[in-house]
């Protein structure tokens, strides 16, 4: 599972043992939660297909599984997931955190 950020939220993330990503409501009218996706940034129509600003994509979480995560309704529920409440790893479920040209 995968989580993009700007250089403060990765700053603010990746400062803590465990990863904690807030809960914010998004533009859009998405539900109040925080989002997560499967698609790696080499993607076909990655940004048009998840939505994320450019700015948002400059650094990356990388971690194993879903646990507590549900999928968007529809067609992107397949590689967008989210949590309506602030979403914890624990340090073993973590793979990767850094800038995303450099993502594994």
């Known amino acids: 599972m995968l ?7 990765h700053k603010a993330i990746a400062s803590q043992v465990k990863w904690i990503f807030k809960a914010a409501q998004p533009p859009g009218g998405r539900p109040f939660g925080a989002y997560f996706t499967t698609l ?5 129509r990655f940004s ?4 994320i600003p450019k700015a948002k994509q400059a650094f ?10 549900h999928p968007i309704e529809g067609g992107k529920g ?3 997931f989210w949590s309506p409440v602030d979403y914890e790893v ?5 793979s990767y955190n850094g800038p995303t040209e450099a993502l594994p």
């Open 3 to 9: 989580h993009y950020t700007d250089a403060v939220g």
């Open 40 to 44: 790696r940034p080499d993607a076909h």
């Open 48 to 51: 048009a297909r998840t939505r």
């Open 60 to 69: 990356v979480f990388s971690f194993d599984g879903d646990t507590g995560l």
């Open 78 to 80: 397949a590689y967008i």
């Open 90 to 94: 624990d340090d073993p479920r973590q």
